[in-house]
Nanobody, 115 residues
Framework: QVQLVESGGALVQPGGSLRLSCAAS????????MGWYRQAPGKQRDLVAL???????NYADSVKGRFAISRDNAKNTVYLQINSLKPEDTAVYYC?????????WGQGTQVTVSS
């Protein structure tokens, strides 16, 4: 059974940075493409970044150049470094496999960007 636990969210000022972490349990992690998703209030949940088991990455246009996804297979953890935060980055951030699996959604971690 796979469990994903996100952490690292916070209230930050515009222009600030955060590093989100997603700790995974279960044997799929090393072979899975992992993604970070976010859901802003009143909006659908969208993929913002993904990383393959081999380390290849891809990003949504809205976050290119500001977000960086990485993974540590030895720790079963995927990270999202977020720089130059904007108010429109405010959302609950989740990790999941890509393609997503409904049964893997965790509680997410809240990122709020406000002065």
């Amino acid at each position: 059974q796979v469990q994903l636990v996100e952490s690292g969210g916070a209230l930050v000022q515009p222009g600030g940075s955060l590093r989100l972490s997603c700790a995974a349990s279960g044997s799929i992690f090393e072979i899975a493409t992992m993604g970070w998703y976010r859901q802003a209030p009143g909006k659908q949940r969208d993929l913002v970044a993904l990383i393959t088991s081999g380390g290849h990455t891809n990003y949504a246009d809205s976050v290119k150049g500001r977000f960086a996804i990485s993974r540590d297979n030895a720790k079963n953890t995927v990270y999202l470094q977020i720089n130059s935060l904007k108010p429109e980055d405010t959302a609950v951030y989740y990790c999941n496999t890509f393609p997503q699996r409904d049964e893997y959604w965790g509680q997410g971690t809240q990122v709020t960007v406000s002065s």
